[in-house]
Nanobody, 124 residues
Framework: QVQLVESGGGLVQAGGSLRLSCAAS????????MAWFRQAPGKEREFVAR????????YYADSVKGRFTISRENAKNTVYLQMNSLKSEDTALYYC?????????????????WGQGTQVTVSS
């Protein structure tokens, strides 16, 4: 079975940093485009960042550009999200997602598998 297991969420003060990790199993990790989404209560899922199979292409939402960095280590079947200069508006449940198709997309419906979500709370 396919499983995405996230870790690294927590409570942090504004201006601080967190690094999220997502370990994948049950898929050929190097064949998957990976992405991070987030969702606040009462809101729809919001695209955060994505990375291509070999890390050649990355793309970020304008709200996090320059502060967040997505990366992956295919030998470890793991994707990361380094979050710096955190703001209170970054508070959300963060999800890791895998897209086994060939299209590079920010649309959540196009992603095949999802992690359980990890909570990030930023105090102002």
């Amino acid at each position: 079975q396919v499983q995405l297991v996230e870790s690294g969420g927590g409570l942090v003060q504004a201006g601080g940093s967190l690094r999220l990790s997502c370990a994948a199993s049950g898929i050929t990790f190097s064949s998957a485009n990976m992405a991070w989404f987030r969702q606040a209560p009462g809101k729809e899922r919001e695209f955060v960042a994505r990375i291509s199979r070999t890390s050649i292409n990355t793309y970020y939402a304008d709200s996090v550009k320059g502060r967040f960095t997505i990366s992956r280590e295919n030998a470890k079947n793991t994707v990361y999200l380094q979050m710096n200069s955190l703001k209170s508006e970054d508070t959300a449940l963060y999800y890791c997602a895998a897209d086994l198709g060939g299209v590079f997309t920010t649309t959540p419906e196009r992603y095949d598998y999802w992690g359980q979500g990890t909570q990030v709370t930023v105090s102002s």
